[in-house]
């Protein structure tokens, strides 16, 4: 069964998680942009479809996995459960930007990212449609610690269609941030990188995390 719940947390922490985007991804996709001659909102559609796409794949991959890690005791069920637990009040505390800790974990996609990056060499130079999907197909694999973070959450649920649903809402949630240029989205972010924002948002995450502790243990 796909708990609402876990969508709309996933949701919210690509929201207000999108200020992260915003530098990682956000320079690529203004060049994006600036370089379309043609369709420039369908190529970034394009773009950030791709880039979506992968975070659904990288969902589905760590949900299996943590399926399997689940089936073989019950003592890495409690672990990853605890895990599971334990990210969402780092995010909550990240987004909240009260802790930056999560950033820290970037370098473990270093070495993927290093055998990706030069094929997004010559999809930088075209502008069609579909060599924008592929461009952001490979920039989905970018190493981001807010990204990393989420799939280890996704992963302690243990099921692949909740994981690969997850990371689709935190695929959408991040969207805003990179559509800045337009009056509504620039007001909507705006909105969610407020203090106030950020902070309720942070709370909910921590709460959440500390709910999903106290079901583990008590």
Same mark, same amino acid.
């Given at each position: 069964?796909?708990?609402?719940?876990?969508?709309?947390?996933?949701?919210?922490?690509?929201?207000?998680?999108?200020?992260?985007?915003?530098?990682?991804?956000?320079?690529?996709?203004?060049?994006?942009?600036?370089?379309?001659?043609?369709?420039?909102?369908?190529?970034?559609?394009?773009?950030?479809?791709?880039?979506?796409?992968?975070?659904?794949?990288?969902?589905?991959?760590?949900?299996? *996995?943590?399926?399997?890690?689940?089936? #073989?005791?019950? @003592?890495?069920? =409690?672990?990853?459960?605890? +895990? %599971? &637990?334990?990210? $969402?009040?780092?995010?909550?505390?990240?987004?909240?930007?009260?802790?930056?800790?999560?950033?820290?974990?970037?370098?473990?996609?270093?070495?993927?990212?290093?055998?990706?990056?030069?094929?997004?060499?010559?999809?930088?130079?075209?502008?069609?449609?579909?060599?924008?999907?592929?461009?952001?197909?490979?920039?989905?694999?970018?190493?981001?610690?807010?990204?990393?973070?989420?799939?280890?959450?996704?992963?302690?649920?243990?099921?692949?269609?909740?994981?690969? *649903?997850?990371?689709?809402?935190?695929? #959408?949630?991040? @969207?805003?941030? =990179?559509?800045?240029?337009? +009056? %509504? &989205?620039?007001? $909507?972010?705006?909105?969610?990188?407020?203090?106030?924002?950020?902070?309720?948002?942070?709370?909910?995450?921590?709460?959440?995390?500390?709910?999903?502790?106290?079901?583990?243990?008590?």
């Amino acid at each position: 069964m796909i708990e609402p719940l876990s969508l709309l947390t996933a949701l919210l922490l690509g929201l207000f998680g999108s200020s992260h985007c915003l530098v990682m991804c956000g320079g690529i996709a203004a060049a994006i942009g600036s370089r379309s001659q043609h369709q420039p909102l369908l190529t970034a559609l394009a773009f950030n479809g791709g880039r979506i796409t992968s975070y659904v794949v990288a969902g589905l991959i760590v949900s299996v *996995l943590g399926l399997w890690l689940q089936q #073989l005791n019950d @003592l890495l069920t =409690l672990v990853l459960r605890t +895990l %599971a &637990a334990v990210m $969402l009040m780092l995010m909550g505390l990240y987004i909240a930007r009260w802790a930056s800790w999560l950033t820290r974990i970037e370098q473990l996609g270093q070495h993927l990212w290093r055998l990706l990056q030069p094929a997004t060499k010559p999809l930088l130079a075209q502008q069609s449609v579909s060599s924008r999907f592929r461009l952001g197909l490979l920039w989905g694999w970018l190493p981001c610690g807010l990204v990393y973070s989420t799939l280890s959450w996704v992963a302690a649920n243990g099921d692949p269609l909740k994981g690969a *649903l997850a990371m689709a809402c935190f695929g #959408l949630g991040t @969207l805003p941030a =990179l559509f800045a240029s337009g +009056l %509504a &989205a620039s007001s $909507l972010n705006r909105l969610l990188n407020h203090n106030i924002s950020r902070r309720i948002a942070g709370l909910l995450l921590i709460s959440y995390g500390l709910w999903t502790a106290a079901a583990i243990w008590l």
